[in-house]
């Protein structure tokens, strides 16, 4: 089991940067897949990053290529998101989410192969 605690959130303006965190616990985080979704007002969950369980792979939705980046430290057990060029539309609540190993390799964006989540953080970028 793991158990995952965002943290980073803010309010900042556009073209800022933020750094998330995700604290997880458990054993078998550093054999999980991890990933960031986001949930803007009105709108429905949406894949954002994710990276395989040694960190050598990585996949982005389309909308924040060459802006974030996701990493991870498993001596640490932390994930991080990096955010630069932060736009309005970038405002959300942020989730990290932990699951298999194998979920990288087959399909990563899919949320409900995710089996851990945390509680969210938001982030709110102004104009």
């Known amino acids: 089991q793991v158990h995952v605690v965002e943290s980073g959130g803010g309010l900042v303006q556009a073209g800022d940067s933020l750094r998330l965190s995700c604290a997880a616990s458990?054993?078998?985080?550093?054999?999980?897949?991890m990933a960031w979704f986001r949930q803007a007002p009105g709108k429905e969950r949406e894949f954002v990053a994710a990276?395989?369980?040694?960190?050598?792979?990585?996949d982005y939705t389309d909308s924040v290529k060459g802006r974030f980046t996701i990493s991870r430290d498993n001596a640490k057990n932390t994930v991080y998101l990096r955010m630069n060029i932060l736009k309005p539309e970038d405002t959300a609540v942020y989730y990290c989410?932990?699951?298999?190993?194998?979920?990288?390799?087959?399909?990563?964006?899919?949320?409900?192969?995710?089996?851990?989540w945390g509680q969210g953080t938001q982030v709110t970028v102004s104009s």
């Open positions: 458990g054993r078998t985080f550093s054999s999980s897949t």
């Open positions: 989410a932990a699951g298999p190993r194998s979920l990288f390799y087959r399909d990563p964006r899919m949320s409900s192969g995710y089996d851990y």
């Open positions: 990276i395989s369980w040694s960190g050598g792979n990585t």
